[in-house]
């Protein structure tokens, strides 16, 4: 549980950074890039999305928690960057959608196999690995909708 915690600390930090500095003048992604990338994404066909979401899935699940720490401050930026496109509300409809990506994504690498070897856990846990993998997928699916 501690690296979800840590997790979302790098997802705030970020976004609190972005903020600060998109506040400075100093912009990591523009805001009008969001609301057009946006705007680009809906007009997708769904396999498209799916494909873009798994792809992230998949890089947490394969690199575990490097990955994982890397996407929580890439999301932790974008959210900054919506908040500057969209408002408030729409930062923190998309933070709570993050928020329980990276719990996903964090169940994936916290049943990673090479995490399990450092760990020394007597057996690798292959089972709880795949299904939080494909979990992962399934949310993907959904939130490509």
């Known amino acids: 549980m501690r690296w979800l915690y840590f997790t979302y600390v790098v997802f705030w930090s970020a976004a609190l950074l972005a903020l600060m ?13 969001v609301a057009r990338e946006l705007n680009e994404t809906a007009a997708m066909p769904y396999e498209q999305r799916f494909a ?3 792809t992230q899935f998949i890089l ?6 490097p990955a994982l ?3 929580a401050a890439l999301y932790g930026t974008a959210t900054a960057a919506v908040a500057l496109a969209l408002g408030a509300w729409q930062a923190l409809l998309y933070a ?3 928020h329980v990506v990276l719990l996903f994504m964090e169940e994936a690498a916290r049943w990673h196999p090479l995490v399990q070897k450092f760990a020394k856990r ?3 846990e292959w089972k709880r690995y795949l299904l939080w993998v494909a979990a992962s997928i399934s949310l993907a699916g959904v939130l490509s909708l």
């Open 21 to 33: 500095l998109g506040a400075a003048g100093i912009q990591l992604i523009k805001p009008e890039d």
């Open 52 to 54: 873009q979401a798994a």
């Open 60 to 65: 947490a699940a394969a690199l575990s928690y």
């Open 69 to 71: 720490l890397f996407l």
């Open 96 to 98: 709570a959608v993050c």
């Open 122 to 124: 007597e057996k690798i």
